[in-house]
């Protein structure tokens, strides 16, 4: 093959991947730009047929933002959802991790069918179990409060975080804890020096998975919050910016927009161990 013909046939490719690449970075920013130019857009260019939705055919205006920061507690949905997201990652670490190690070194079939069973308590749908967790959070004096948040959100993150964990601490060899327990650690000291360290991926999946959870999740914080200052944004957002048929359209896209870019660049941030987690591909 003549080298004119191999470098065109090399450029070709080139370009079919850049393209391919292009077309996939589009698809995915498209929604991040979509509700960036629609927070700054004034509303009679939002609502105009005739105006491409795409560009700014009016000034770029901040009313959107002073409405949903002036006019709304956001500020404070923003870190009531934080706070509710720090306590349920921490409780959910505390118990997926420990329990995940345990299943994984059950010897036998028992372990596997308890990994499963805990599993499937992770697809109970929600609207099956909030009227059971509401007497529960009644009972316990806790209505109106984030922490019942707290205390309803890890029935949903742990099961699945626990059956995650299970399978990262499957691919880690034995061998690796019984050197170091030769070394002189106990079980315990060989797992925190040795097992936590490699296992640094789930962990980190784990904490991304259950954040998102606890931001997006919207029948518990609806049915157990009832003042608007304990509202999360996923409550917050839609009671208060969506008024019968009226939707504040520029300030429900700056909210989405201030919530979801964060953990985006979570996701990205850690995407190499958020697939190493979730493909258990960090041990061979």
Not at 70 to 87: A, I, K, S, Y
Not at 229 to 239: A, E, K, L, Q, R
């Amino acid at each position: 093959m003549a080298p004119s013909t191999e470098r065109a046939k090399q450029w070709s490719l080139r370009g079919m991947h850049f393209g391919i690449l292009a077309a996939f970075i589009a698809f995915s920013a498209f929604p991040f730009y979509w509700m960036l130019i629609t927070t700054f857009k004034q509303t009679r260019d939002l609502l105009n047929p005739d105006h491409n939705p795409f560009v700014f055919h009016d000034p770029p205006t901040l009313e959107h933002l002073r409405i949903l920061f002036m006019e709304t507690q956001f500020g404070q949905w923003l870190l009531n959802t934080v706070f509710v997201g720090v306590m349920v990652v921490g409780i959910t670490l505390m118990l997926a991790i420990p329990a995940g190690y345990s299943l994984a070194r059950l010897t036998g079939r028992m372990g596997e069918q308890l990994g499963i069973g805990i599993f499937l308590t992770y697809l109970v749908p929600p609207t099956v179990l909030f009227i059971p967790l509401s007497r529960v959070v009644a009972n316990l004096g806790l209505q109106d409060s984030l922490w019942s948040l707290v205390l309803v959100y890890p029935s949903f993150t742990v099961p699945f975080c626990t059956w995650l964990m299970m399978g990262f601490f499957k691919a880690i060899p034995r061998d690796l804890e019984e050197a170091a327990m030769i070394d002189g650690y106990s079980r315990i000291g060989a797992f925190f020096k040795v097992v936590i360290p490699i296992s640094v991926a789930g962990i980190l999946t784990v904490i991304i998975f259950t954040f998102t959870l606890v931001t997006q999740e919207f029948i518990y914080a609806l049915t157990f919050i009832t003042a608007a200052s304990n509202f999360t944004v996923s409550v917050g957002v839609p009671t208060f910016l969506v008024r019968g048929d009226v939707y504040f359209w520029g300030s429900l896209m700056g909210a989405c927009f201030i919530a979801s870019v964060p953990i985006a660049f979570l996701y990205n941030f850690f995407l190499d161990r958020f697939i190493a987690g979730f493909t258990v591909g960090a041990i061979k």
